[in-house]
């Protein structure tokens, strides 16, 4: 076999020349190979030793891996344990939270509603009650022919509004301001002063003349009432005698007829008859008859005017006063508040 290698040419042998002839030693091939051989094993074995090495730290690694990933798992599940119990602690909570959400919202509803109720019972009782007082004052006023009942009324009702500041009592609260401007502007007459100047021509009619009345003390016309010297007494007795046939017979025109033929008798049930006129207007201001007081008024001027004597002073003292009266009869009435009351009446019936 040797001989049979030695003797097969090697590629490109040709062109390196020619093949050796020469045989190594016999004993020197096997002991290369055997070195050879130990060599490859020793090789193998610091290979296999070395891989086996790596192998026991991968296994270590992975046994450590191993053991951090079930502690990582255990405090995994651990963790989704909490997770669980925390969830459902939560919503235990929630349902809870959600319970009483639900509850605060009905009672916050049934306050919300009792709020209302009681602002509407309030701005209602309040309306009746400035209806009441609003009333009650126009009746004090007519009572006493007097706007300052009303006006305070009107005042403290204005102000009580503005305190409970609702929207919906506005209107009440500018029919107010109208009916205020309204009574500040109206003029009211005295009615004390005409209750007094009543009184006085009750006490007058007795000293007012008749038409029909003989007054002495009244001189003629075109007569001079010069008184003569003392030494002219025939003089002064022929005065005497002329006045005193001059009052025997008189001349005077009289429009009224029925005054003249008035007797005695009459005269007084005339004069009675005016005091009761009289007494009539005083009775229906203090009763606020206001028409009728107009009427006995112009009655009992009508009756001045026809039967008694418009010449004499205090006639026409007498006719001054009772027009005087007259005059403030026709504005004694005091404004109503009609448009107040009916806001009122308005808001009560909660429009």
Known sequence: MNAELSQEPL??????????TARPPTGAVPRVLVLFLALLVVVALVAV?????????????????SSDTQARAMEARAAAREAQDLARETAARLAVTDAKLGEATLQRGQIDELLLSLSRSRDETL???LESSVRLAQQQAQLTLSAEPLLAALRTADQRLER??????????????RDTEQIRSTQIADTQGMLEKLDDLVRQIDEVPLLNAVLASRPVQGEATVEPPAEHWWLRAWQLVRAEATRLVRVSRIDQPEAALLAPEQAYFLRENLKLRLLNVRMGLLARQFPSARADAAAAAFALHRYFDPAARRTQQFANTLSEVQAQLKSVELPRV???????????AGR
Not at 11 to 20: D, L
Not at 49 to 65: D, F, I, S, T, Y
Request: hydrophobic residues 45%.
């Open 11 to 20: 590629p490109g042998s040709a062109a390196a020349g020619p093949v050796s």
């Open 49 to 65: 030793g070395l891989l086996w090495q790596k192998v026991g730290g991968m296994q270590e690694n992975l046994a450590r891996q």
């Open 127 to 129: 309306v009746v009650d």
């Open 164 to 177: 409970a500041a609702q929207p919906r009592l506005e209107p009440v609260r500018r029919a107010i301001a």
């Open 338 to 348: 009609d448009e107040t009351l009916t806001a009122l009446a308005t808001a009560a």
